[in-house]
Nanobody, 114 residues
Framework: QVKLVESGGDLVQPGGSLRLSCVASGIFFRTNAMAWYRQAPVKEREFVARISTLSYTNYAGSVKGRFSISRDNAKNTVYLQMNNLKPEDTAVYYC????????WGQGTQVTVSS
């Protein structure tokens, strides 16, 4: 069974940076593309970034140029480096495999506010 544990969220001022981590277990990590999603209050969960098994990346337009996804197969971990954060980035951030598994983690809260 897939288990995903996100961490690294915090309260940060606009323009600040954070790095999120997601440790995956129960899967053969290196053979799975991974993705980050986020869900803001009263909004649908939305795609943020994806990284393939060969580390090709793609991003939602709203974060392109500010966020960077990476992976460490030795640690079964996917990262999301977030720079120049904006209040509209406030959300709970989740990772999952791509295609998505049914096993979502608890997410990690990112709040961007002055």
């Amino acid at each position: 069974q897939v288990k995903l544990v996100e961490s690294g969220g915090d309260l940060v001022q606009p323009g600040g940076s954070l790095r999120l981590s997601c440790v995956a277990s129960g899967i053969f990590f290196r053979t799975n593309a991974m993705a980050w999603y986020r869900q803001a209050p009263v909004k649908e969960r939305e795609f943020v970034a994806r990284i393939s098994t060969l580390s090709y990346t793609n991003y939602a337009g709203s974060v392109k140029g500010r966020f960077s996804i990476s992976r460490d197969n030795a640690k079964n971990t996917v990262y999301l480096q977030m720079n120049n954060l904006k209040p509209e980035d406030t959300a709970v951030y989740y990772c999952n495999t791509d295609p998505q598994s049914d096993s979502w983690g608890q997410g990690t809260q990112v709040t961007v506010s002055s």
